[in-house]
C-alpha cells in the first residue's frame, strides 16, 4: 500500500510516519524509497506505538519497550511482574478474557494452604 492510504488508515501525517521510520519505532517500507510499499504490519505497528504514546509513555520508553525481545515487564503488585510479549502491545487483544484467566491463576496461586485446618479431630 502506498504512504497515503497508510495516512487515511493511521490518521497521522506522513511527517510522523517518517520521523517512526527514522527512530526505529516501525519498520522501514519495503521496496526502498523510490517505491515504498507499506502493509498491515506498518499499520499495527503505528497503532502499538499510539496506544503506548496515549498511555503516557515518551518515544525513547517506547523504543524499550519494543526492543524487548524477551517480553516487556510491566510491575503489578510487589513481587508480581506481569511480562507481555511487544508484539501484543497496541495490538487490540480482548483483555477481559486474559484478566479473567490471570485472576484465577493468582487465585489459585497465592491461596493459603490448608493444612487441614478444616479437620474435626473428632471425627478421627
Do not use: C, W
Not at 502493509?39 to 499510539?50: C, E, F, K, S, T
Not at 519494543?66 to 483483555?95: K, M, W, Y
Request: avoid cysteine; hydrophobic fraction near 40%.
Amino acid at each position: 500500500m502506498h504512504i497515503r492510504e497508510v495516512i487515511e488508515r493511521t490518521g497521522i501525517v506522513e511527517r510522523q510516519i517518517r520521523y517512526l521510520i527514522a527512530e526505529g519505532l516501525i519498520p522501514p517500507p519495503r521496496g526502498g524509497r523510490a517505491n515504498a510499499d507499506y502493509g498491515d504490519d506498518h499499520v499495527a505497528a503505528i497503532h502499538r506505538y499510539q496506544s503506548l504514546k496515549d498511555l503516557g509513555f515518551p518515544p525513547s520508553a517506547i523504543k524499550l519497550l519494543l526492543d524487548a525481545h524477551q517480553g516487556v515487564p510491566f510491575p503489578i503488585a510487589p513481587g508480581i511482574t506481569l511480562v507481555i510479549d511487544p508484539d501484543l502491545l497496541g495490538s487490540g487483544l480482548e483483555a477481559a478474557p486474559l484478566a479473567d484467566k490471570i485472576n484465577a491463576l493468582l487465585l489459585t496461586l497465592l491461596k493459603e494452604p490448608d493444612h487441614g485446618q478444616d479437620r474435626n479431630p473428632a471425627n478421627d
